[in-house]
């Protein structure tokens, strides 16, 4: 019985070697086992909606997915997706290599992975979204291509990839690419006072985790900032790989930066805060990330000009911080001599070298110790039962 056991194993996994390319899992096997202490998810914030009848909507809430190592060190790492995106960003590579949902906790790291409220599993809402809600990143299959900057694509043209690009660029990869944008299910929040429902919706997540380490990416990048204010005392550290909008005190003029896309110069003008709030965010490091191939001519392009802005924001941003106090630094990959990466360099084919920048950086800044290791979430206690229960 033993041998046939054994038997049957040993042919399934020369159909698992057989099944994956070299360049994907298989090429991974040779890593030791990831080992763990527990893994899970939750959802996390949201509402409670009660009708005249007697009904109730649970909605607006986030998703979280978490992997805590045996061995961990003591501040979890929360990873926050951009926009077109879920946390499917952060699991494998469009290649079927390891992400950050792998890499993390192979290297001790406790890692949170959310689908941010209105989008992927934490899709239940009743805001439905608007018709001038449109984000023009994700209303063509060319404008994420662009976005994601793997190459140029203008239709009818077809698309081009970038010379040095570390994009996964075979058929697979290209198809697993698209096929990973996800729609939102309600508005995306465009002021003040819905981006901080976003910054509300992180502080309900660190309630359960504890203190953390908040990576965001792209679009998420002005959560961050909002999540940063409303909980200074809990998010140890945030990085941005490419933040999309960066805030200012409202007590000083935001720099101009030409442009001439008349839509991305809108979008991407500087969110105003108040001086008092725009402090907190000195009281953690900050670390923002720019990839490769970002245009230094104006462009007409929308996803081309959105680039360049944001990371001529982003240099008067980190001096604003600095000048108030605190501790930011902005790294260009292509200046320290890390070239081709795309608009996601955490899922191009040097991810592995991008994690080890942003463990080394978190070890420069005291991030990575384990006297206290992170064990999981926190259990969530209710009160009060959120729907109408005879006992």
Not at 259 to 278: D, H, R, T, W, Y
Not at 350 to 363: F, G, K
């Amino acid at each position: 019985m033993k041998k046939t056991v054994r038997l049957v194993c040993s042919i399934m996994l020369l159909a698992f070697s057989l099944t994956f390319p070299q360049n994907g899992l298989a090429a991974q096997s040779s890593q030791p086992p990831i080992t763990l202490r527990t893994m899970g998810s939750f959802l996390f914030g949201g509402a409670v909606t009660h009708g005249k009848d007697g009904d109730t909507f649970h909605g607006e809430h986030g998703y979280a997915q978490f992997y805590i190592p045996q061995n961990s060190k003591d501040y979890p790492i929360i990873l926050w997706h951009g926009v077109g995106q879920s946390g499917r960003s952060w699991e494998s590579t469009p290649d079927g290599r390891e992400g950050y949902q792998a890499i993390l906790p192979r290297h001790g790291w406790s890692t949170y992975i959310i689908d941010q409220p209105r989008r992927g599993r934490a899709g239940y809402t009743q805001v439905l979204p608007s018709e001038n809600n449109v984000q023009p990143t994700t209303a063509r299959e060319s404008s994420a291509w662009n976005a994601f900057r793997n190459g140029i694509w203008v239709p009818p043209a077809p698309a081009t990839l970038f010379p040095n690009v570390q994009f996964p660029s075979d058929a697979a990869s290209i198809e697993q690419f698209f096929r990973q944008q996800t729609p939102n299910t309600g508005d995306e929040p465009r002021d003040n006072q819905h981006r901080k429902f976003m910054g509300r919706a992180m502080g309900s997540l660190l309630e359960r985790t504890g203190p953390a380490i908040l990576v965001t990416h792209s679009n998420s990048g002005q959560y961050g900032w909002f999540s940063g204010m409303l909980s200074p005392d809990k998010i140890k550290a945030i990085v941005a790989y490419e933040p999309g909008q960066l805030v200012f005190p409202d007590d000083e003029p935001i720099p101009d930066v030409p442009f001439k896309n008349a839509l991305a110069g809108e979008m991407l003008q500087g969110i105003a805060v108040p001086a008092s709030e725009f402090q907190k965010l000195t009281r953690m490091p900050i670390l923002v990330i720019y990839g490769d191939n970002i245009s230094t001519e104006l462009s007409d392009i929308f996803n081309v000009e959105v680039w360049r802005i944001s990371k001529a924001r982003a240099r008067a941003f980190v001096e604003a911080i600095n000048r108030h106090g605190g501790d930011a630094t902005l790294v260009v990959l292509p200046e320290i001599g890390i070239k081709g990466n795309t608009h996601a360099p955490f899922a191009d084919l040097n991810n592995l070298e991008i994690a080890t920048h942003l463990e080394e950086w978190l070890h420069s800044k005291g991030l990575d110790e384990d006297r206290h290791p992170h064990v999981g979430p926190a259990p969530r206690k209710l009160e009060e039962v959120t729907i109408p229960l005879q006992h």
